[in-house]
């Protein structure tokens, strides 16, 4: 069964540091995997989408990578704003069971200027 | 605005009542996703439909819950005679093929039942 975990559960880090959030998964045989961005009482904000043969992705400030074998993703943000500020969730999409993802519980960023 | 769109975004009601959220997925998507989210954890699954066809349903999903897509297009999640239990942030998403796709989301559908 696919487990999903997120470490650290929440960070607090000066405006303009850069950061990695974790994210490992304990069965490699996925399809993707994919990470959101929640603000309080919002719905998700998709950031990016790493296919399982893909490495990485990026989008501005913004880099993913995917480590099938370690059964490892991160997230890195470079240059951390204070509007970065919110839960990053990752989810990974079964190659098994490929209709719905398997989600962690997130990371709650906190960016202080 | 093109992306997935829910409503309402906040309903209140008593238990025992029931009500009805929509969801309008983006217009060329053929995959719409209901999830459920309660405070301090990750979205769960609740049930997928391609195009018009409802393909699976989480156990998680009481005989009191009922969603429909009936052209492929908007979907409605009916929560009958809710309970407090019920309380929760209602998520719609959808996607353009894949195994999943990429998903997008709507604002969600906050439902508080007193």
């Known amino acids: 069964k696919q487990e999903v975990t997120q470490i650290p559960a929440a960070l607090s880090v000066p405006e303009g540091e850069n950061l990695v959030l974790n994210c490992s998964f304990t069965d490699s045989a996925i399809y993707n995997l994919q990470w959101f961005r929640q603000d309080p009482g919002k719905g998700l904000t998709s950031l990016l989408l790493?296919?399982?043969s893909q490495r990485e992705q990026t989008s501005g400030r913004l880099n993913a990578s995917l480590d099938k074998s370690s059964g490892r993703s991160t997230l890195y943000i470079a240059a951390s704003q204070p509007g970065d500020s919110a839960t990053y969730l990752c989810?990974?999409?079964?190659?098994?069971?490929?209709?719905?993802?398997?989600w962690g519980l997130g990371t709650s960023l906190a960016v202080n200027p | 605005d093109t992306g997935v769109s829910q409503d309402p975004r906040h309903k209140i009601t008593k238990r025992g009542q029931n009500v009805t959220f929509r969801c309008d997925p983006i217009?060329?998507?053929?995959?719409l996703y209901w999830y459920r989210q309660t405070l301090g954890q990750g979205p769960e699954f609740l049930t997928y439909?391609?195009?018009?066809?409802?393909?699976?349903k989480s156990r998680l999903l009481s005989d009191r819950f009922s969603a429909e897509r009936p052209k492929g297009s908007f979907s409605t999640l009916e929560i009958q005679r809710t309970e407090q239990g019920d309380s929760a942030m209602y998520l719609c998403a959808s996607s353009l093929g894949g195994n999943p796709g990429e998903l997008f989301f709507g604002e969600g559908s906050r439902l508080t039942v007193l």
């Open positions: 217009s060329e998507h053929n995959r």
């Open positions: 439909f391609q195009n018009e066809a409802q393909l699976e």
């Open positions: 790493i296919q399982s």
């Open positions: 989810a990974v999409g079964n190659a098994g069971n490929n209709r719905k993802l398997i």
